[in-house]
Nanobody, 116 residues
Framework: QVQVEESGGGLVQAGGSLRLSCVASGRTRAIFYLAWFRQTPGKEREFLARMRWSGGEAYYADSVKGRFTISRDAAETTLYLQMNDLKPEDSAVYYC?????????WGQGTQVTVSS
């Protein structure tokens, strides 16, 4: 089992920045990769970015490529999502996802609201 907990959301003006954090606990050594998703009411959860817990290349959705950066601090078992040039359409609940084999684990999410 792995637990993940997101933080760092809030209210920001369009064009601003936020950095989200996701702290992993439990069987962190077994994590294959971690990812960020977001969801707005009435829509499916949207993939944003992912990277292997061991490091290496990151992958991004086209909608956030060039504005969002995923990174991790393995020593602190923390995943980050640096979000720059935020737009009102980025408003959503942001979730961290940890994958171990066939199982994946989700946090409770953190709300990001971007005002125009």
């Amino acid at each position: 089992q792995v637990q993940v907990e997101e933080s760092g959301g809030g209210l920001v003006q369009a064009g601003g920045s936020l950095r989200l954090s996701c702290v992993a606990s439990g069987r962190t050594r077994a994590i294959f990769y971690l990812a960020w998703f977001r969801q707005t009411p009435g829509k499916e959860r949207e993939f944003l970015a992912r990277m292997r817990w061991s490091g290496g290349e990151a992958y991004y959705a086209d909608s956030v490529k060039g504005r969002f950066t995923i990174s991790r601090d393995a020593a602190e078992t923390t995943l980050y999502l640096q979000m720059n040039d935020l737009k009102p359409e980025d408003s959503a609940v942001y979730y961290c996802n940890a994958v171990i084999g066939p199982a994946d684990f989700w946090g409770q999410g953190t709300q990001v609201t971007v005002s125009s």
